[in-house]
């Protein structure tokens, strides 16, 4: 069949508020063109990002109204513990209220200054705790990585030479690797069993612990399914369990696969850990068995658990994603390849080809995208990542999907809002900053074209 089947069906909706092309200048306008300060209800679409965005089942809803709200050992915790020990079988199981939390406490407890925290690509939050420990994340993406149009089937590998290297010169500063799966910052591109394997055996060699930040681990198990042929009739639920078998601890952002819309954690092995971890927590987030959260959250994030884990679920997801980008594909359009699992990358460097770097191709094409259908996406280019008149490397607009919660109308609706935006590229302006803050100025700064 080609049309792609939703395996759920809709039981309640949301009101979408319908603006048109004048409204959407005025509001981007008022805005200073940052789509980040414009409010939610403007946006028809809303691709800013997949994290916490998604539509929780009609299972998790039940199991919140089962939340139990008792501080210490309720039966929420124990659902949402005998989950994780059953996908991750660690001894030691965390909640936090988010992914970062998982990272700060494990900065604090286990990164000293001057130590060195290699991983395939640090997400920015992991990057930020373990930088504000005084240490060094160090990203080792694979070779592959750096070609936007190579059609390398796990572009989010460690690169184990360089990996080699590191650990030969500078192992004694190495307190622990880290493996990003999917790998986030490289376009939600996943990481191969094999090479989670490798990176195990290196690490053996000098017994330095391997912690997986698993955000998407599901997504990325669907990868390992479809892409290396010996897990093919493996379910994702024995794929996932093999993945943290060669992990000491992991940390991740239920915002994600979770399916839900807070959370994360903190699992591991070792019993000195759990012990330092379990006082950073009761000091910052709460008392071990909700960490943060309240119970209702636990209940739902231990049912989206496994939903993620869902072959049919997976399936739909990333048929979506491929969906979209073959369509742009056929209409030549530059996207960034093999399609990601949580979102589709416009190369707006090619897109908009006679906008330099300076004048934020990325965010023309952001803002173009927005007049022309209220769609609201991001910018990873020179706004986000350069500094001053210095660019980045890449100039890409992320459209990232949130999980269960647009249909296929909404996905060639989409696709026609690209499609008339890149007949139109020649009249996309480039634009300066006319106000800007010392840090992340992405998320604030004021923008006006250049005519
Ligand atoms: C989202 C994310 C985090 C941080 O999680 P939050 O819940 O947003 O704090 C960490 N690592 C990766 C790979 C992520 O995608």
């Known amino acids: 069949m080609k049309t792609i089947f939703e395996p759920f069906r809709i039981k309640m909706t949301e009101s979408l508020k319908v603006t048109s092309r004048g409204e959407r200048i005025t509001k981007l306008k008022e805005a200073n063109n940052n789509v ?4 939610a209800e403007d946006c028809m679409i809303d691709l800013l990002t997949d994290s916490g965005t998604g539509a929780m089942s009609d299972r998790q809803w039940a199991a919140m109204m089962l939340g139990d709200e008792s501080y210490a050992g309720s039966r929420s915790w124990k659902h949402f513990e005998s989950t994780l020990r059953d996908i991750t079988d660690m001894e030691y199981i965390f909640p936090t209220h988010q992914g970062r939390a998982a990272e700060h406490l494990l900065a604090l407890t286990r990164v000293k200054p001057g130590q060195i925290i290699p991983n395939n690509s640090h997400f920015d939050t992991t990057r930020a705790n373990l930088e504000f420990a005084k240490a060094q994340a160090v990203d080792l993406p694979c070779r592959e990585a750096s070609d936007l149009s190579a059609n390398f089937p796990f572009k989010g590998n460690m690169d184990l030479d360089r990996l080699a290297v590191l650990l030969k010169d500078h192992h004694e500063r190495i307190p622990f690797v880290m493996i990003t799966v999917t790998n986030n910052t490289g376009g939600g591109q996943p990481v191969s069993m094999k090479n989670i394997k490798d990176t195990r055996q290196l690490l053996d060699q000098y017994r330095i612990p391997l912690i997986i930040d698993a955000c998407r681990f599901a997504e990325n198990a669907y990868f390992v399914r479809s892409k290396e042929q010996e897990y093919e009739s493996s379910s994702l ?45 009761i000091l910052q987030e709460g008392f071990p068995t909700y960490g943060g959260l309240a119970g209702r959250d636990l209940e739902a994030t231990a049912v989206g658990l496994r939903e993620a884990l869902q072959l049919d679920y997976q399936q739909y997801r990333h048929a979506t994603i491929e969906y979209m980008m073959n369509k742009l594909l056929k209409l030549n359009i530059p996207v960034v390849q093999p399609a990601g699992g949580h979102a589709v990358f416009l190369d707006a460097a090619r897109f908009a080809n006679h906008i330099p770097p300076q004048q934020f191709p990325g965010v023309a094409l952001v803002n173009a995208l927005y007049i022309e259908g209220g769609v609201r996406s991001v910018e990873l280019g020179s706004l986000m990542f350069g500094k001053g008149d210095q660019s980045a490397p890449q100039e890409l607009v992320r459209l990232a999907f949130p999980r269960r919660v647009y249909t296929q109308s909404h996905f060639d609706y989409l696709i026609e809002v690209v499609e008339e935006v890149w007949a139109a590229r020649k009249q996309l302006k480039g634009l300066k900053i006319v106000k800007e803050a010392p840090f992340l100025r992405h998320f604030s700064a004021w923008l006006e074209e250049i005519d």
């Open 36 to 39: 980040f300060l414009l409010d």
């Open 237 to 281: 639920l024995d794929i996932a369990r093999e993945m943290f078998s060669y992990a000491d601890a992991a940390t991740m952002s239920l915002k994600k696969d979770g399916l839900a819309n807070i959370g994360g954690f903190f699992v591991c092995r070792n019993q000195d850990w759990a012990e330092d971890f379990r006082n950073a927590l």
